[in-house]
């Protein structure tokens, strides 16, 4: 069945770095059926031992919009895989044409489901950390539309959390500066992200909702990208400082 085709085509594409073709044609996926694509995605991940650890938001700012051409918000899942070392080192091998963004990691302290207001997000959330999400697109020439990237789980590949912090902290404009081996590529604010990141929180317990979903306590939940996304290359020494959460960073060698 077409689903289960395209889940596993684009998993394939995920485990041996490869890049697919989009989804055109007979392929060519509702967004309903994309987050079907996207479900079962993980689910053969988890069938090899992996583990939900939470989702996270794409499109939340409207540099992201504009760098990829899309308008809309959606969401990926999050697993344990995933997960880099902070200060770890990647082999940029494994992917087929990696990126870097900043964001904002939440923890979940308590349960979120459907129509919540800001405070009501804030009140569930047990700690904040600055944190980086290394996307790869499968599609060939990192070029997709919205039900493309949403089967895809919208690009996620690896992120990296910096230290907990105490999530009284306000998140709404904090700056952000991030460094290729200590040198500028994007500099730009938390506000960037639906106009506080907060609201991203707010999207994500709404968006997986539609999905028959909740947010549970324990998860992680990853804002949006704050800026565009920027190339990876090997041997970088890549690192995000933001005003008041700290920074975060890791290291990448080998050719992609
Ligand atoms: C899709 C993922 C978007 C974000 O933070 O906006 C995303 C992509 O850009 O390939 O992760
Ligand atoms: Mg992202």
Redesign the pocket.
């Known amino acids: 069945m077409k689903i289960q085709r395209i889940a596993k085509r684009l998993d394939d594409a995920a485990r041996y770095g490869e890049a697919t073709p989009q989804l055109t044609g007979e392929d060519a996926l509702t967004l309903e059926e994309a987050y079907a694509v996207q479900r079962l995605l993980i689910e053969l991940r988890l069938a090899r031992g992996s583990r939900q650890v939470g989702l ?6 409207r540099a ?1 919009m504009a ?2 051409g899309v308008n809309d918000l ?1 969401w ?1 899942r999050l697993t344990e895989d995933m997960l880099i070392e902070e200060g770890g080192t990647i082999e940029l091998p494994r992917y087929v044409h990696p ?1 870097v ?1 900043p ?1 904002i990691c939440f923890l979940l302290g308590k349960r979120l489901e459907g129509s919540v207001t800001a405070l009501q997000a804030m009140a569930a959330v047990e700690a904040v950390a600055p944190a980086l ?1 290394v ?1 790869d ?1 499968r599609y060939k020439d ?1 070029k ?1 539309s919205l039900p493309d ?1 949403v089967a895809d789980n ?3 590949s690896g992120f990296v959390v910096g230290a907990w912090q105490h999530p009284s902290i306000d998140l709404s404009n904090l700056g952000l500066l991030m460094t290729f081996d200590g040198r500028a590529v994007e500099m730009g604010s938390t506000a960037a992200i639906l106009g506080s990141p907060v609201r991203a929180l707010v999207a994500a317990a709404r968006l997986a909702a539609e999905q028959g979903e909740a947010l549970e306590p324990g998860s992680l939940v ?1 804002a ?2 704050a800026t565009a ?1 920027v190339a990876l290359r090997p041997g970088v020494a890549v690192r995000c400082e933001f005003q008041s959460l700290g920074s975060v960073a890791f290291n990448t060698q080998g050719e992609a």
């Open positions: 996270k938001m794409g499109f939340t700012s992201k760098q990829m959606i990926g990126r963004e964001e999400e996307i697109s990192f997709f990237v919208a690009s996620s990853m949006g990208a996304a």
